[in-house]
C-alpha cells in the first residue's frame, strides 16, 4: 500500500517531490512484485489510472490546462507528467526483474520474468487436471482445508465433496471412483490427473457461465465476507455451530466484526470523494478482487492487502 500512497503523492506536486514519490512508488511496486508476483497488481492499478488519467487531461480544454490558478494546476497534472511519471514506475518497478528474466532465459531457455504459477520445479508435475476440477465447484475456504490442501498425502472424504460438484448421478459416481482411485494411491499420478482434466472438461462445457463467472463471484465473496478463523482452533465448518461455545462464539463475532469493515467502507464511499486520488485505490481493489476469484483455494488471508483501502474508505463516516 505504501506504492498507492506514494503515487498520491506524486499526482499532487509538480516539482522534485514528485520526481522522488514516483521513484519511491516504484520501489515499493518493485519490492512487492519480489516479495509475491501478484504484487504486480499493484504496477497495473497505477499504469491503468495514470493511462486514464493522461486521456482525461488531454481531452480537456487547452485553456483548463494552462490555468493560472496554481491549485487547480496542481489537481489537474498535465499529460506529459502523467505519462513520465508511468514510465518512470514501469522502469524501476520492472527493473530487478531483468537480471531473473536474463537467468531464466540462459538456463532453460524460456522467458519467464516471474516465478511459476505454482512455484514448481523445472521437471516438477503439476496436476493441472486435478485443479482445473477443484475450480469448478469450489468457493469456500472450508473446501480448500478439506478436500484441496490434503492433495497429496493425505486421504479425501468424498462426503465433504458439496453437491454443486456434479450435475447428475453419474458425475456423481465418477467424482467418488476418482476420489477412491486418489485415496488408494495418496498421490494424483498423470493418469489420475487425465481423468480430472476430463471431467472438468466436461462441467464446463456443460456449465460455462457458472464456471467463468457465478463461481469466481462467490469465492470473492467468501474472502471478503468469511469470519477470519483460520487462525484460531475454531472449526472450519463454523456456521454448522457444533464446536465449543467459546469457539462459536469467536467465530460468529469475527465475522461480525468483518461485516462492520466492509459496510463501513462502503457506507464512506457512498459519502462521496473525499480521498484525493480514490479511483486509484478503488481500482488496486477491483484488480486484486477479480484476480482471487480466479484461484482455486480461496483463503481469506489474501483479501488483507485491501483493508488499509478499506480503511481509508471507512474513515470518510467520520469526515464532517
Not at 476418482?178 to 471431467?199: G, M, T, V
Amino acid at each position: 500500500m505504501l506504492a498507492l500512497d506514494l503515487a498520491i503523492v506524486g499526482l499532487e506536486s509538480l516539482h522534485t517531490q514528485a520526481l522522488r514519490a514516483w521513484l519511491g512508488c516504484g520501489l515499493a511496486v518493485a519490492a512487492a512484485i519480489l516479495l509475491r508476483p501478484d504484487g504486480g497488481l499493484l504496477l497495473i492499478a497505477i499504469g491503468g489510472y495514470l493511462l486514464a488519467l493522461a486521456v482525461r487531461q488531454y481531452r480537456r480544454p487547452a485553456s483548463a490546462r494552462s490555468s493560472p490558478d496554481p491549485a487547480q494546476r496542481r489537481s489537474a497534472p498535465g499529460v506529459k507528467h502523467v505519462l513520465f511519471a508511468g514510465l518512470i514506475v514501469t522502469l524501476v518497478s520492472l527493473a530487478p526483474l531483468v537480471p531473473w528474466t536474463w537467468r531464466n532465459l540462459q538456463t532453460f531457455h524460456r522467458f519467464q520474468p516471474l516465478a511459476p504459477r505454482y512455484a514448481n520445479e523445472e521437471d516438477e508435475f503439476v496436476p493441472m487436471g486435478f485443479d482445473r476440477w477443484v475450480k469448478t465447484w469450489i468457493v469456500d475456504y472450508s473446501s480448500v482445508e478439506e478436500i484441496y490442501w490434503p492433495v497429496p498425502g493425505s486421504p479425501v472424504d468424498a462426503e465433504k465433496i458439496p453437491s454443486r460438484a456434479f450435475d447428475s448421478e453419474s458425475q456423481h459416481q465418477q467424482t467418488v471412483q476418482l476420489l477412491k482411485d486418489y485415496n488408494q494411491l495418496l498421490h494424483i499420478s498423470p493418469e489420475l490427473d487425465a481423468r480430472f482434466e476430463a471431467l472438468a472438461s466436461q462441467r464446463i462445457h456443460d456449465s460455462p457461465l457458472p464456471y467463468y463467472a457465478g463461481l469466481p463471484l462467490l469465492r470473492i465473496a467468501d474472502m471478503w465476507l468469511r469470519p477470519r478463523t483460520e487462525m484460531f482452533p475454531c472449526d472450519t465448518r463454523w456456521w454448522e455451530f457444533n464446536d465449543d461455545l467459546q469457539w462459536s462464539v469467536l467465530a460468529v463475532s469475527l465475522g461480525l466484526i468483518n461485516l462492520v469493515y466492509v459496510f463501513a467502507a462502503f457506507s464512506g464511499l457512498l459519502r462521496g470523494r473525499f480521498l484525493p486520488q480514490i479511483a486509484l485505490l478503488l481500482s488496486f481493489l477491483v484488480l486484486r478482487s477479480l484476480f482471487l476469484g480466479t484461484l482455486e483455494n480461496p483463503e481469506p488471508r489474501y483479501t488483507l492487502e485491501c483493508y488499509p483501502v478499506v480503511i481509508l474508505l471507512a474513515s470518510g463516516l467520520f469526515r464532517s
